[in-house]
């Protein structure tokens, strides 16, 4: 009665015709509103949202893909990735546990097209006597296709491909011209902005006597500037696997075209330590100013994680980070290089590079090795397949089944690479304003983007001089972050502290692991010239007490072998913290990032003994810790 009465007193006080529109007077609110935005989503201007993508992915028309077996094409990948059910080359039915919301589809830039004109018997493919070859053996199948596959890849990676059919399958021919206008119309169809953006890219597919020096371009813009400008191949008398002939396209691209493109390379652990070089490049020729900023200007990233091995650092190279060794390969780049020797390692990882940039600036007055990390599969399936228990192998002939395990990737003179060391990985969240092509590419060149090795976990990490905990006591603590420093990929702002802050966040997976911990890995420069590197452990789960010498106990692990499984029993859904340097010289050049550190969950080799029954050579690695690496915050006098 009580409350029906004050009711009735609101309705006659407030009483209006229905037709009129209530509005108070200003004078009525005032001293009321602060004149600032209630709502902390107003007037928002940082990008808000994180999108799951890859950055590399081959399908049938890339030349080894369509050798090894896949017949599907760039519709297979699209669809998958949007989220559709399609059936792989080796006739399973597959799905992803979620849809991506974007991919960019990176064909081989050489060879473009050649391998159905090779399956078919073409006449210029039998005009040639390594094509007549090579399409015999393939229309037999079998072990001699694959004889021929190899035959085919190891001409290609020593430069001994007949000119004819090189120049067949280069820009300016019909051929070539008709396959990239069929790839790039392809991409266009996918492309939906605001619901999942479809890339043009191709893979200059640079190798030097088999040494790894691939780069991914990466554009910023439709059709028609896309298809101005054929790719560039790496083959004479057409093309050049030289670097600096690859920067020189990117500049004649965007000058002719008034277009926008980047690249990022990948694989520096396949390179034979010519990837990140500091002295001599492989040409002969000197590291040189040229060099230097050319490199700086066209390469913001660089993949740090995917199929062929984790490239962020090597036990070697970082013996006291106890997570160094995470599916390292160094054995070489398949049987197409010579063996690995240890002093190549230095100019092959990520971290490394990161140090040597900082010498390379103090001479050049540029660093070209201020990258932020991307994470890709380079599956050459046509399948975006980076999750452990959903995934479908490098090639087609890697795609799930009893014995993909046991039989080698490759094994050759100079090292193996056994079938159960290939990695599920990885993908990269990009932190933007929304989902299209130009919001995705801004972001991915103003580096604010992160690589994870297939977990899709959200990481925020933030540099700054004021940073405290009563920042982290919010559910947004992105918006102290912005306002108060620079996100990662960024350049710290003046000093106006004794040392640099940082505020990182990271939350679980929703359908994923638990988190273990979260590290801070800082590399610097010291007045004498000498490098160093130091990782610390910022935030942990479940009250661990670090031992003598500040280790961290491990974490534990609930993973089940029997039953391919694990449980969130240990590590936390959520770490956050805000960290000050404890060993910070104002006088020297650093820089900072995150990495995220899952709890202990089965590899794909784990899901295929329990689901297919296969057998597991002794030796495979059936456990990991997947994490996640943001780009680095850098530090400058």
């Keep these: 009665m009580f409350r029906h009465s004050l009711f009735?007193?609101?309705?006659?006080?407030?009483?209006?015709?229905?037709?009129?529109?209530?509005?108070?007077?200003?004078?009525?609110?005032?001293?009321?509103?602060?004149?600032?935005?209630?709502?902390?989503?107003?007037?928002?201007?940082?990008p808000s949202q994180v999108f799951w993508g890859d950055t590399h992915l081959h399908t049938g028309y890339?030349?080894?893909?369509?050798?090894?077996?896949?017949?599907?094409?760039?519709?297979?990948?699209?669809?998958?990735a949007r989220g559709e059910e399609v059936e792989s080359a080796s006739g399973q039915p597959i799905k992803l546990a979620r849809p991506l919301d974007w991919l960019v589809l990176t064909e081989h830039s050489d060879g473009m097209g050649m391998i159905f004109d090779l399956q078919k018997g073409a006449p210029n493919i039998l005009a040639s006597e390594q094509g007549k070859r090579w399409s015999e053996a393939i229309q037999q199948g079998g072990d001699a296709s694959a004889a021929a596959a190899l035959d085919l890849i190891t001409n290609f990676s020593q430069g001994t491909m007949d000119e004819a059919l090189i120049v067949d399958y280069s820009p300016g021919s019909p051929i070539y011209a008709s396959v990239w206008d069929d790839i790039v119309n392809t991409v266009e169809k996918y492309n939906e902005p605001g619901r999942f953006t479809a890339f043009i890219g191709y893979e200059w597919t640079s190798l030097e006597k088999g040494n790894n020096l691939h780069r991914n371009v990466i554009y910023r813009d439709d059709a028609d500037k896309a298809l101005q400008m054929q790719p560039m191949v790496t083959q004479p008398p057409v093309g050049s696997n030289d670097p600096m002939d690859f920067y020189n396209w990117l500049e004649?691209?965007?000058?002719?075209?008034?277009?926008?493109?980047?690249?990022?390379?990948?694989?520096?652990?396949?390179?034979?330590?010519?990837?990140?070089?500091?002295?001599?490049?492989?040409?002969?020729?000197?590291?040189?100013?040229?060099?230097?900023?050319?490199?700086?200007?066209?390469?913001?990233?660089?993949e740090i994680t995917q199929i062929k091995g984790d490239g962020e650092t090597h036990p070697r190279l970082s013996p006291d980070d106890e997570f160094a060794d995470y599916e390292t390969w160094d054995a070489g780049n398949l049987d197409l290089s010579s063996a690995k020797t240890d002093d190549m390692l230095q100019r092959e990882y990520a971290r490394e590079a990161l140090k040597q940039g900082f010498m390379l600036e103090k001479k050049f007055g540029v660093n070209p090795y201020k990258f932020g990390f991307s994470g890709a599969t380079d599956s050459h399936t046509s399948l975006s397949t980076a999750d452990s228990d959903n995934y479908f192998g490098k090639a087609t002939n890697a795609e799930p089944s009893t014995t993909r395990a046991t039989h080698p990737f490759t094994e050759t003179e100079n090292g193996i690479f056994p079938g159960w060391s290939l990695v599920a990985s990885g993908y990269t969240g990009v932190w933007a304003e929304d989902n299209t092509r130009a919001s995705l590419w801004d972001a991915m060149v103003r580096r604010e983007v992160y690589a994870t090795t297939g977990p899709r976990m959200a990481v925020r990490f933030f540099g700054g001089w004021d940073f405290d905990d009563n920042d982290l006591r919010s559910r947004q603590p992105a918006f102290r972050g912005y306002e108060k420093g620079?996100?990662?990929?960024?350049?710290?702002?003046?000093?106006?502290?004794?040392?640099?802050?940082?505020?990182?966040?990271?939350?679980?997976?929703?359908?994923?692991?638990?988190?273990?911990?979260?590290?801070?890995v800082k590399g610097w420069i010291d007045d004498a010239g000498e490098l160093?590197?130091?990782?610390?452990?910022?935030?942990?789960?479940?009250?661990?007490?670090?031992?003598?010498?500040?280790?961290?106990?491990?974490?534990?692990?609930?993973?089940?072998?029997?039953?391919?499984?694990?449980?969130?029993?240990?590590?936390?859904?959520?770490?956050a913290t805000v960290w000050a340097d404890p060993d910070f010289d104002p006088a020297q050049q650093a820089f900072y990032y995150a990495r995220v550190i899952e709890i202990p969950?089965?590899?794909?080799?784990?899901?295929?003994?329990?689901r297919l029954g296969a057998e597991l050579p002794e030796d495979a690695v059936l456990i990991g810790q997947e994490r996640a690496y943001t780009s680095p915050i850098w530090y400058k006098p």
């Design 8 to 46: 009735a007193f609101a309705l006659t006080t407030l009483a209006v015709p229905a037709t009129a529109q209530f509005k108070p007077s200003p004078e009525s609110l005032q001293g009321l509103y602060p004149g600032k935005a209630y709502s902390p989503y107003a007037q928002r201007s940082f």
């Design 62 to 80: 890339s030349m080894d893909a369509g050798l090894f077996g896949n017949s599907t094409g760039p519709d297979t990948a699209f669809q998958l």
């Design 252 to 302: 004649d691209y965007e000058a002719k075209t008034g277009g926008q493109v980047f690249a990022l390379a990948h694989n520096g652990n396949l390179s034979n330590g010519i990837m990140f070089p500091t002295e001599t490049r492989f040409t002969g020729d000197p590291v040189d100013e040229a060099y230097v900023k050319a490199r700086a200007k066209w390469e913001p990233l660089y």
């Design 486 to 520: 620079v996100p990662m990929g960024g350049d710290m702002r003046p000093a106006t502290s004794d040392a640099p802050t940082f505020m990182v966040y990271a939350l679980r997976d929703p359908i994923g692991a638990n988190l273990d911990r979260i590290q801070i």
């Design 532 to 575: 160093h590197e130091k990782v610390y452990d910022v935030a942990w789960s479940d009250d661990r007490t670090p031992r003598d010498g500040g280790k961290l106990p491990p974490v534990g692990s609930t993973v089940d072998i029997e039953a391919a499984n694990y449980t969130n029993t240990i590590g936390a859904s959520e770490l």
């Design 601 to 610: 969950t089965p590899r794909w080799v784990l899901y295929d003994k329990i």
